[in-house]
């Protein structure tokens, strides 16, 4: 059982290269989040997924998009990167079938935008 | 809408002193509060977690929380810090029907021997 895993863990990127961060879980759960950590900001919500096929927004989603096509997996891509997306970004999945779950975070992926 | 602060970056305390990290929370309905804690180069590990029943909750590593509803407040405590207790934590409350953590912005604890 190896929780959430994330690919890769270090990507340094020029500015307007295109890359997507891979996430997995092998807890079967249904719902899975990409956030990104910076400094004096805590953990931001970028997109989440409340199931296979399904995406939504979450607090600072422009210039990334996602994709859920298998329930295990939660795809961020950065089509154009920008020096702003320079960041940590944290992977976490979770189920609602019980309320008192928590979030399960991967490793983290750091990623440079020169 | 949910929200929660930390109104300290950082915390100082020495090995062997009681340690105390504060968090405050607005939310609309009954809450549902987390501290995680995170190490350098690490990813979040949870700690405990609010979702109802005593105010004080136990978790992990000998930290414990007081959930305070007069106060909005579930700020994280321990008697006696470690300097392995040095690390970045952070409040969270949970959106019950998304699952979503809206978090601090983390506060640093620097024990020191």
């Known amino acids: 059982n190896a929780g959430v895993t994330q690919t890769p863990k270090f990507r340094v990127l020029k500015t307007g290269q295109s890359m997507t961060l891979l996430c997995a879980q092998d807890?079967?759960?249904?719902?899975m989040y990409w956030y990104r950590q910076d400094p004096g900001m805590g953990l931001r919500l970028i997109h989440y997924s409340v199931g296979e096929g399904t995406t939504a927004k979450g607090e600072v989603p422009d210039g990334y998009n996602v994709s859920r096509l298998k329930k295990q997996n939660f795809l961020l891509g950065l089509e154009s990167a920008a020096p702003s997306q320079t960041s940590v970004y944290f992977c976490?999945?979770?189920?609602?079938?019980?309320?008192?779950?928590?979030?399960?975070f991967g490793p983290g992926t750091r990623l440079l935008v020169l | 809408a949910q929200s929660v602060a930390q109104p300290e970056d950082q915390v100082n305390v020495a090995e062997g002193n009681p340690l105390t990290v504060k968090c405050t929370y607005s939310?609309?309905?009954?809450?549902?509060l987390f501290w995680y804690v995170q190490y350098p180069n690490r990813g979040l590990q949870f700690l405990l977690k609010?979702?109802?029943?005593?105010?004080l909750v136990k978790g992990s590593y000998g930290f414990e929380a007081e959930f305070n509803k007069s106060q909005t407040s579930f700020h994280l405590k321990k008697p006696s810090a470690l300097v392995s207790d040095s690390a970045l934590y952070f409040c969270?409350?949970?959106?019950?029907?998304?699952?979503?953590?809206?978090f601090g912005q983390g506060t640093t604890l620097q024990v020191k021997p």
């Open positions: 976490a999945s979770t189920t609602l079938a019980d309320l008192q779950e928590t979030q399960y």
């Open positions: 939310v609309s309905g009954n809450p549902y």
């Open positions: 609010y979702i109802t029943g005593d105010n």
């Open positions: 807890m079967n759960h249904e719902y």
């Open positions: 969270a409350v949970r959106d019950p029907n998304t699952g979503k953590l809206i």
